[in-house]
C-alpha cells in the first residue's frame, strides 16, 4: 500500500473479511462482493434459492458495523413511504414534519425485493441512485455511507414483480449463488449445531470512520490505461460482433464504471494499490451480465447473460 493508504485501516477491513468467513461457510465470493460493494460505494443483489444464508450473511456485516442497520421485508401490500418515510402531522406545533422510513440507515435490507410493487421499487430507485429521498417537495439527504443489499428467490415468481432493467442497472453487481458442496454442507452443519449450543464466536466490530477512509482509499487504487483499455473493449464486446447479434440491449458506460469501481476495491481487499486484469475478470460477470439483454433466439438457445460475459472474457486478451 502506497504511503496515503492507512495499514490500520486495511487490515481492519480484512479481519472484518476473516471475522464473517467464520460466520459464513463457503461465501467467500458473498463475502468479497458485500465488502467490495461498500468499498466502491455501490448496492448489492443477491440472489439464490432458500436458506443460502442470504439475509444471514447481511446481519453479520450489520453487526460488524457500528453503523445503522434496516430490515424491510417485501411484501405486494407495501407502500414506498413505508420505505422512505412520509410527513405527518404534529399538533402541538400545527405543521408536518418528516418521519424518516427505514431506508434512512447505513445498511438496508431489501429481502425479496421482487415481491416490492413497482412503485416501490421506484421510490427505492432514487435512494440508491441520487441517496435522496423526495417527500412533499423537501430533499432528505440518506447517511453516508448508504449501501443497499436486496435479495430475491431465484425459483418463485409466483406474486413477483421482476426487476426492470433500468433498476437493475443500479446495483452495482449482481451475486447468484449456488448450492454448496459435500464438505462446506458439513461445516454448515457443525457451524449451526455449535451455535445452537451456545457456543459464541469472538465480537468483530469496525467503525464507520474506517469504512469512510477504507472507500476513500479504495478509490485511490491505481488504474493503467491498459486496464482501462481493456475494461472499455470487454464492454464494447457487448454490442459488436459476434456477440452482438445474440444481445438486444447491450452494456452502457454505466457498465465501465461499475466494472472499474469494483476491480479497484476487490485489489484494495486484496492488499494491492494497483488493480490487476485478474481483479477485472473476478467481478465482470457480477458486474456486467445483469445490464445486458439477451435476445429471444439466445436465450432460446440456452444461453444466459453470465455465459455470455464469460465467452467475451475468453475471447478478449487482457493487455
Not at 417527500?135 to 435479495?151: K, N
Not at 452443519?189 to 449450543?197: G, P, S, T
Request: net charge negative.
Amino acid at each position: 500500500m502506497p504511503d496515503s493508504f492507512s495499514s490500520n485501516t486495511a487490515d481492519k477491513i480484512a479481519g472484518l473479511r476473516t471475522h464473517l468467513s467464520e460466520g459464513l461457510i463457503g461465501h467467500e465470493v458473498l463475502i468479497e462482493r458485500l465488502l467490495v460493494g461498500i468499498l466502491a460505494s455501490g448496492h448489492i443483489l443477491v440472489e439464490g434459492a432458500p436458506g443460502l444464508a442470504k439475509t444471514r450473511a447481511v446481519k453479520l456485516l450489520a453487526d460488524a458495523l457500528t453503523g445503522d442497520f434496516s430490515r424491510i421485508q417485501c411484501t405486494p401490500d407495501l407502500l414506498p413511504s413505508d420505505l422512505t418515510g412520509t410527513d405527518v402531522f404534529t399538533p402541538d406545533t400545527g405543521t408536518f414534519e418528516f418521519s424518516k422510513g427505514p431506508v434512512f440507515h447505513n445498511l438496508v435490507l431489501v429481502d425479496e425485493i421482487n415481491r416490492a410493487p413497482p412503485k416501490v421499487q421506484s421510490a427505492l430507485l432514487e435512494a440508491m441512485a441520487e441517496q435522496q429521498v423526495t417527500s412533499g417537495g423537501h430533499t432528505h439527504q440518506l447517511p453516508d455511507p448508504f449501501v443497499v443489499i436486496a435479495t430475491q428467490n431465484s425459483i418463485e415468481h409466483e406474486g413477483t414483480f421482476p426487476l426492470p432493467e433500468a433498476q437493475l442497472d443500479r446495483f452495482l453487481l449482481h451475486v447468484m449463488l449456488e448450492l454448496p458442496d459435500a464438505d462446506a454442507e458439513r461445516r454448515i452443519l457443525d457451524l449451526v449445531e455449535e451455535e445452537q449450543q451456545g457456543v459464541k464466536r469472538t465480537a468483530h466490530q469496525i467503525d464507520l470512520a474506517d469504512i469512510r477512509t477504507g472507500k476513500a482509499e479504495a478509490m485511490q487504487v491505481h488504474l493503467s490505461p491498459a486496464l482501462r483499455d481493456y475494461i472499455v473493449r470487454l464492454v464494447l464486446a457487448t454490442r459488436e460482433a459476434p456477440f452482438n447479434d445474440e444481445i438486444d440491449h447491450a452494456v452502457s458506460p454505466r457498465g465501465s464504471l461499475a466494472l472499474a469501481a469494483a476491480s479497484k476495491a476487490r485489489a484494495y481487499l486484496n492488499g494491492r494499490d494497483h488493480a490487476l486484469p485478474e481483479d477485472v475478470n473476478a467481478v465482470a460477470a457480477d458486474a456486467l451480465a445483469h445490464r445486458l439483454v439477451v435476445s429471444w433466439r439466445a436465450t432460446s438457445e440456452g444461453r444466459t447473460a453470465r455465459g455470455i460475459v464469460h465467452d467475451i472474457l475468453g475471447a478478449t486478451e487482457p493487455l
